[in-house]
């Protein structure tokens, strides 16, 4: 079993930039394909992005592509989720994930954490 723990979340401005933690404990950090979700109010929690164990393959939502940027450091048990050109729709609550396996591209996870909120002023 994994914990997992998200910092980073806070209120800025359209066109800023936040990036978010995701701190894990328990079993090998590294076994795990990580990643982020978020849910905004009234609506269904969706995928944002993912990155394999070794952090070499990674997949992003197409809402995010070439604005987010998912990485991992395997030595620190963290991912890292940097968000850039931050617009009021990316306001959220964004949630870290993990499952096993090895396809990057299912979004069925096992484990989660407590969620950090984004907030995007206009």
């Known amino acids: 079993q994994v914990q997992l723990v998200e910092s980073g979340g806070g209120l800025v401005q359209a066109g800023g930039s936040l990036r978010l933690s995701c701190a894990a404990s328990?079993?090998?950090?590294?076994?795990?394909?990580m990643g982020w979700f978020r849910q905004a109010p009234g609506k269904e929690r969706e995928f944002v992005a993912a990155?394999?164990?070794?952090?070499?393959?990674?997949y992003y939502a197409d809402s995010v592509k070439g604005r987010f940027t998912i990485s991992r450091d395997n030595a620190k048990n963290t991912v890292y989720l940097q968000m850039n050109s931050l617009k009021p729709p990316d306001t959220a609550v964004y949630y870290c994930?993990?499952?096993?396996?090895?396809?990057?591209?299912?979004?069925?996870?096992?484990?989660w954490g407590q969620g950090t909120q984004v907030t995007v002023s206009s």
């Open positions: 994930a993990a499952r096993t396996g090895i396809s990057i591209t299912i979004k069925q996870y096992d484990y």
């Open positions: 990155v394999s164990q070794s952090g070499g393959v990674i």
């Open positions: 328990g079993r090998t950090f590294s076994s795990y394909i």
